[in-house]
């Protein structure tokens, strides 16, 4: 029996829309492409924030109710759409209840996360948005155990969990050290998440080459 098709499109349209920073340079220049942290798009005090927390909301409901079809159809690498659920349930929350309502990258006056590390570490905005970053890598490295030896899914799944554990641990750094280049770091961060979710849309179809 061929594998249910609308999982596929649900990973691949969350892709897209948790790809909406990219529209930042027109709606919001302040945050651009580079400056500042992309998650500050959704900002209350922020231009066309309500579009941005939509996309994220629409991302992490499509992602989390494509892993809930894989999960129940009983398909492999099961941890890989466990974690692709934690991704969408966290990216929901970060979108909607622990939204920020100014953005602290660029606004001096804001108050949000401000404070010590260990403020930040528990303050609300900053669990879901690790939660989700969490979710993700952990089913980027999931998923390569459970492919094929010699599968280009298998290829695919190491390269991405590389890339996104050098981008993570690279971030991590720079936000610790209040880097100037924090905002860039994150971007790539998201778009290996992006990328991701489109090779987790590839596995949702069944298709032998990433089996």
Not at 199 to 210: K, M, S
Request: proline letters at 5%.
């Amino acid at each position: 029996m061929r594998p249910a098709r609308w999982p596929a499109a649900a990973f691949a349209g969350s892709a897209a829309l948790y790809s909406s920073w990219l529209l930042a340079p027109w709606l919001n220049p302040r945050l651009g492409l580079t400056t500042g942290l992309a998650s500050d798009l959704a900002a209350t005090d922020q231009p066309w924030h309500r579009l941005f927390r939509v996309a994220d909301l629409a991302a992490g409901s499509l992602a989390l109710v494509g892993a809930a079809r894989m999960l129940l159809g009983g398909r492999q690498a099961r941890a890989a759409w466990i974690g692709a659920g934690v991704f969408g349930l966290a990216t929901v929350f970060d979108a909607s209840l622990t939204a920020l309502s100014c953005a602290p990258s660029i606004d001096p006056d804001c108050t949000e996360l401000s404070g010590d590390l260990s403020d930040v570490a528990f303050d609300p905005h900053t669990l879901t948005s690790v939660s989700a970053a969490l979710g993700g890598v952990g089913s980027m490295v999931a998923f390569w155990p459970a492919s094929r030896l010699g599968s280009a899914g298998r290829a695919w799944a190491g390269a991405l969990s590389v890339a996104s554990l050098a981008v993570n641990a690279g971030l991590l750094v720079e936000l610790v050290r209040e880097g100037p280049h924090e905002g860039i770091w994150q971007r790539v961060e998201l778009a290996t998440l992006a990328a991701w979710l489109v090779y987790a849309a590839n596995r949702a179809l069944g298709g032998e080459r990433y089996a």
